[in-house]
């Protein structure tokens, strides 16, 4: 079946350092999804890549999608404590409106 | 509007007992979702929906029943609880123009099983 990997598990940074998460399909998909889920709260859609190779940035926040569509990555930019929680990644591989999900990334940032 | 909301947030159930986990929404979207979030094992499609009337098995369904009786609402029971079902559930809704979608998730409903 479809998998999705996300590395690392973890991740602490000082504030002000960078930040990237990477996520691994074991097939192309027809896109990829990044959502943000706070300590105790609910995963929150940030944004949605469709092309092959593309690039998508929100204020800090830069999200690629591979040539190959299997891969993808968020990267931040001096982060803030304000960017602490879990970054999932999702996958569709139908396009069918079917998301699976990456174990996530767990990030700390240190004041 | 609300979004998606759950109820209850907060549920402790003995083994061998039946509960059902309430989702409805009032953004009009066809398509819903029931997910399992564990430690260290992001979140799983238990079961989904892609209109009223429809549902469809997830990544792993065993142990659960769903309902879509109504577009706004979705419904996920457990007939006899297990301890293994032990978890936070979420519920999510979303659009879909054939192109470009994205999930609203509700606030979660945390599950213990005793």
Redesign the interface.
């Known amino acids: 079946?479809q998998q999705v990997m996300?590395i690392p598990?973890y991740q602490h940074v000082q504030e002000g350092e960078d930040f990237t998460t990477y996520c691994n399909s074991s097939t192309t998909l027809s896109n990829i999804?990044w959502?943000k889920q706070r300590p105790g709260?609910?995963?929150?859609?940030l944004i949605?890549l469709?092309k092959s190779g593309e690039v998508k940035k929100q204020k800090r926040l830069t999200f690629q999608f591979g040539e190959a569509k299997k891969n993808s990555s968020l990267h931040i930019t001096a982060t803030q404590t304000t960017d602490v929680g879990t970054y999932?990644c999702?996958g569709d591989q139908t396009g069918a409106?079917?998301?699976?999900?990456?174990?996530?990334t767990r990030l700390t940032v240190i004041p | 509007n609300a979004g998606v909301t759950q109820t209850p947030k907060f549920r402790v159930l003995k083994t061998g007992q039946s509960m059902t986990l309430l989702c409805a929404q009032d953004m009009n979207h066809e398509y819903m979702y029931w997910y399992r979030q564990d430690p260290g094992m992001g979140l799983r499609l238990i079961h989904y929906s892609v209109g009223e009337g429809t549902t469809a098995k997830g990544e792993v369904p065993d142990g659960y029943n769903v309902s879509r009786l109504k577009k706004q609402n979705f419904l996920l029971g457990l007939e006899s609880a297990a301890p293994s079902q032990t978890s936070v559930y979420f519920c999510a809704s979303s659009y879909w123009d054939g192109a470009n979608y994205g999930y609203t998730f509700g606030s979660g409903t945390r599950l213990t099983v005793v």
């Open positions: 079946g996300q598990q999804q959502y709260g609910h995963p929150v859609f949605q469709v999932f999702a409106n079917n998301l699976f999900f990456g174990t996530g």
